[in-house]
């Protein structure tokens, strides 16, 4: 199943409930897929692709503001990821998503969430 866990809390409540919603859309996306709905995925991938962007510039601000030292390092995981979700999003359009690729972006997101976001949260607590 596709949902936020506790183990994922980075302890800053407007991050987390980002994250939150990221999961929510990613089960939309699994629920889409499941039951073949083409437009609906189409839909899901184009919200999720805003709200990722969205997420990302937030997080990015809060960084920079701390002087995160791997910052330039983790805007790169971001940009990387944002042109997936690019491609895909163009991808949706003639075809459904594969559930390998709804498992792909859920394996990225727990990842990069548990160890590229939680390194920057005893910087952004100083
Ligand atoms: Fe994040
Ligand atoms: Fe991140």
């Known amino acids: 199943m596709i949902e936020w866990t506790p183990d994922l809390s980075t302890g800053v409540p407007k991050l987390d409930e980002q994250h939150k919603e990221i999961f929510q859309w990613l089960a939309e996306l699994e629920n889409a897929t499941v039951e073949e709905r083409t437009l609906f995925g189409v839909y899901v ?23 995160y030292p791997d910052l330039e390092q983790h805007i790169a995981q971001h940009a990387e ?10 991808k949706s359009i003639g075809e459904d998503i594969s559930l390998d690729t709804v498992r792909f972006l859920n394996h990225w997101l727990c990842n990069h969430i ?12 100083k």
Request: no cysteine; glycine share 0%.
């Open 45 to 67: 991938v184009t919200r999720l692709k805003h709200y990722m962007r969205e997420h990302f510039a937030a997080e990015e601000a809060l960084m920079r503001a701390a002087d």
């Open 81 to 90: 990821f944002r042109a997936r979700l690019e491609e895909l999003q163009l």
């Open 114 to 125: 548990a160890r590229t976001d939680m390194a920057y949260v005893p910087y952004l607590k």
